[in-house]
Antibody
């Protein structure tokens, strides 16, 4: 059974940094692309970033480009999101999600339960 | 960026009846469309991919159709556990992948 467990969220002041982690199990992590998707309180889903299985391809939504960096450690079955220069509008529940292929296109076939990031002074 | 528009915003259906949800893309996305179900306090769950293929473990009462710019998710014989918000997502033109704003299905 696929399991994705996010961690690292919390309350942070605007302009500060936070690093999210996602621990994966139940599948061969190194074979699949991974993504981060966020959901602001009471709002819909927004794709944030995706990374291919070998880290060669990374993509971001425009609103986080140059501030967020996605990475992965296949030896540790882990996905990360380094978030810098955080803004109040980054406040959301951040989900880790698995893609169906090695490349980072496609749908999202498994999701974690999310970690909450709150950006406020 | 491809804009996904879902309608209606809220759908109220009696148990046992059929629910039909719509999703429109701002440009053609072939059949590169997925549907997700999100219940309160839970993560989204993949229902449909490729516009019409049910994901593993999804009951047959869920069906997807459409191609190009117009897509439909149908729930035949609605059950109480189907009360949720449903999102469509395109993965044809990216980045970014884009979601619709969601349709809330309520049980009458």
């Amino acid at each position: 059974e696929v399991q994705l467990v996010e961690s690292g969220g919390g309350l942070v002041q605007p302009g500060r940094s936070l690093r999210l982690s996602c621990a994966a199990s139940g599948f061969t992590f190194e074979n699949y692309a991974m993504h981060w998707v966020r959901q602001a309180p009471g709002r819909g889903l927004e794709w944030v970033s995706g990374i291919s299985s070998n880290s060669n391809s990374r993509a971001y939504v425009d609103s986080v480009k140059a501030r967020f960096t996605i990475s992965r450690d296949n030896a540790k079955n882990s996905l990360y999101l380094q978030m810098n220069s955080l803004r109040p509008e980054d406040t959301a529940l951040y989900y880790c999600a698995k893609g169906p292929y090695f490349h980072n296109s496609g749908y999202l076939d498994s999701w974690g339960q999310g970690t909450l990031v709150t950006v406020s002074s | 960026e491809i804009v996904m528009t879902q309608s209606p915003a809220t759908l109220s259906v009696s148990p046992g009846e059929r629910a039909t949800l719509s999703c429109r893309a701002s440009q053609s996305i072939s059949t590169n469309l997925a549907w997700y179900q999100q219940k309160p306090g839970q993560a989204p769950r993949l229902l449909i991919y490729g516009a019409s293929t049910r994901a593993t473990g999804i009951p047959a009462r869920f069906s997807g159709s459409g191609s190009g710019t117009e897509f439909t998710l149908a729930i035949s014989s609605l059950q109480s556990e189907d009360s949720a918000v449903y999102y469509c997502q395109q993965y044809n033109n990216w980045p970014p992948f884009t979601f619709g704003q969601g349709t809330k299905v309520e049980i009458k």
